[in-house]
């Protein structure tokens, strides 16, 4: 009993030197290693199992181990200038000592949970200082970012959650130089919410006097923000310069008005979308948080706060305990919306409007659920204390509220902690057939691969590590120079590998230097280029009706005649020619 009236006691220094406020800083590291260490194991079960953003993030980093992989491969050299120079460094710097990028990519997510885990369990105890609270809200934030594709993934916005929840929480500290270092950071692996950050610096200026805002008079009063702002804002400029450099120019907006590839079915669809999947889903949309369903009752905490209606304010009485420090959680909204409108209103500039608030949003919610969830369960455990004081003379209608009561929190906590459904939340690519990966991991290092089979085109990469000529992963829309590249190996390749001559096979393999080709059994059907959606809903989907309307008149491709003399590897509905053979071959 104690222990329960200790959990929702105020404490009036945030210290481990605390008893209770140490029992449920321990307890928060009990989520993140939970779901950690069971993805992990999920992750190495298979030797061919890959997370689905890895497959474009990781895979290229590959090269910090051996050089010799990806030679001159288009794909590898773009990814790698799109990264920003914090997440390449991370890579870098554990690929000296001879750790693997896509091995470190699988226990990355741990590490960073914990390291999130820890700032914002701080963070929740200064808005309110009550030990539960910060455990609550760690359960809570672990919950909706584990069963998401973006932390498991290792990539670049993997690190948005410990390097934002640091930097919220040396500026609720006050610690100016540790909030500038972690802003640095966040600008140098993910700028968009380096931006917010800035943002929340900007509101932070503001004093109201009543209902009227003002700014401090003195210039002292802005060191701190300019001092922020001018380095996040040479962050973004030298990143901005090193993409252009190495990646080549933005799609310019009138581009991706034109291209088919950013309307509804594109792979960056944007434009034409109906109007509640723009505004809430999407690249363009706000993405608000869904899961866990619990992390709705911190919409709730403006109706404590503001104390509207009274009644609000009156069923929690721990709420009077709640500090000014709430303000940030507004502020932190307001930061993030107004740069989500802004970058609709000078879209590409600002580059996808939900980068901005997508994690703003679970930050919030997270916290804000976490407050609001203590303030709730003092009420209830007070009920249910009360409940089992007179246990002698319950009736049925008591034994009912206690058991749907009890039933409700542990189906809050128990749901979303089973493995299968967080698991399948994550994204992860499991390579089948594994034989095919084995067979090309034998042939040398420049080998170039050719295929249409999306299941396994995108996968040989991180599988075989060997390069692929193009992949619906891989054919990003949004640097015009790097996308002019894949719209013409695309339309070379269904071209190719659809032609009725097959000197213009040959002359496609010579230009390429095409050493594998992979078919598909079925890849003379008349619907089998019907199904590929990254094709027909690009800039080259005239090339691909063309192919298929020769299929549905029955027209028969070269390429079937070279089948039975350079087929090398057959498996599961797939076949392997040798390019070279295909070249030396005469019908």
């Known amino acids: 009993m104690n222990i329960i009236k200790s959990a929702f006691r105020t404490v009036a220094f945030r210290s481990l030197k605390d008893p209770t406020v140490a029992f449920w800083f321990g307890f928060s590291f009990i989520t993140p290693l939970y779901y950690g260490l069971i993805s992990f194991f999920y992750s190495t079960s298979s030797a061919y199992i890959v997370q689905d953003d890895a497959r ?21 050299d773009y990814y790698g200038a799109i990264q920003g120079i914090g997440f390449r460094s991370f890579y870098s710097l554990f690929a000296s000592f001879g750790i693997e ?91 968009q919410m380096a931006l917010v950050g800035v943002g929340i610096l900007t509101l932070r200026l503001i004093r109201w006097d009543g209902t009227t805002p003002k700014l401090p008079r003195r210039f002292r009063s802005y060191a701190f923000w300019l001092l ?49 999947s723009f505004w809430f889903d999407g690249l363009s949309g706000l993405r608000f948080p869904l899961y866990p369903p619990i992390i709705w009752l911190g919409a709730m905490l403006p109706l404590v706060v503001w104390k509207v209606p009274h009644f609000f304010h009156k069923a929690f009485p721990l709420s009077g305990a709640t500090t000014t420090d709430v303000r940030l959680l507004g502020q932190l909204f307001v930061s993030s919306m107004g740069f989500f409108f802004l970058s609709h209103i000078i879209f590409p500039t600002l580059y996808l409007p939900s980068r901005y608030s997508f994690y703003s949003t679970r930050f919030v919610l997270a916290i804000a659920s976490g407050v609001m969830l203590t303030l709730v369960m003092q009420c209830w455990v007070g009920w249910l204390v009360r409940q089992w004081q007179r246990w002698q003379r319950w009736n049925l209608l008591d034994f009912a509220r ?107 393999i010579d230009r390429y230097g095409v050493d594998i080709w992979i078919l598909s059994e079925d890849f003379t059907n008349a619907d089998y280029l019907a199904q590929k959606d990254w094709l027909l809903y690009s800039s080259e989907k005239a090339v691909v009706v063309e192919a298929n309307n020769r299929l549905n008149q029955g027209s028969s491709p070269a390429l079937i005649q070279a089948i039975p003399a350079c087929s090398i590897y057959a498996e599961a509905n797939l076949i392997a020619l040798d390019g070279e053979c295909i070249t030396n071959w005469d019908s």
Not at 136 to 148: A, G, V
Not at 163 to 173: D, I, P, R, S, V
Not at 260 to 275: H, K, L, V
């Open 56 to 76: 474009y993030h990781i895979v290229w980093l590959q090269r910090l181990i051996d050089p010799d992989l990806f030679p001159n491969d288009v794909m590898a």
């Open 101 to 191: 990028p896509l091995a470190f990519a699988k226990i990355v997510p741990l590490l960073l949970a914990l390291i999130a885990t820890a700032y914002l369990f701080w963070v929740a105890l200064f808005i309110l200082p009550v030990p539960i609270c910060g455990a609550l809200t760690t359960i809570i934030f672990n919950q909706n970012i584990w069963i998401r594709d973006d932390l498991i993934s290792a990539s670049p916005r993997a690190f948005v959650y410990p390097l934002f929840a640091a930097f919220l929480y040396y500026l609720l500290k006050d610690s100016k130089i540790f909030c500038l270092a972690s802003l640095g950071l966040l600008s140098l692996f993910y700028p």
């Open 228 to 276: 922020a702002l001018v380095m996040v804002g040479g962050a973004l400029l030298l990143f901005s310069h090193q993409v252009e450099q190495q990646a080549g120019r933005l799609t310019s907006l009138a581009e991706m008005k034109a291209w088919p590839e950013f309307q509804p079915g594109g792979r960056g669809a944007y434009f034409g979308m109906p109007f509640l």
């Open 402 to 508: 206690i058991a749907v009561s009890v039933g409700f929190a542990i189906a809050v906590v128990v749901a979303p902690s089973i493995p299968i459904l967080f698991l399948k939340g994550q994204s992860w690519e499991v390579g089948k057939p594994a034989g095919l990966y084995d067979f090309l991991s034998e042939f040398p290092k420049d080998t170039m691969v050719a295929s249409l089979v999306q299941e396994v085109n995108d996968d040989i990469p991180a599988f075989a590590q060997r390069s692929v000529l193009v992949g619906r992963e891989f054919a990003l829309p949004y640097h015009a120079d790097f996308y002019a590249e894949m719209r013409r190996r695309m339309r070379d390749l269904v071209n190719a590998q659809y032609s009725l001559e097959l000197s213009e096979v040959q002359s496609f």
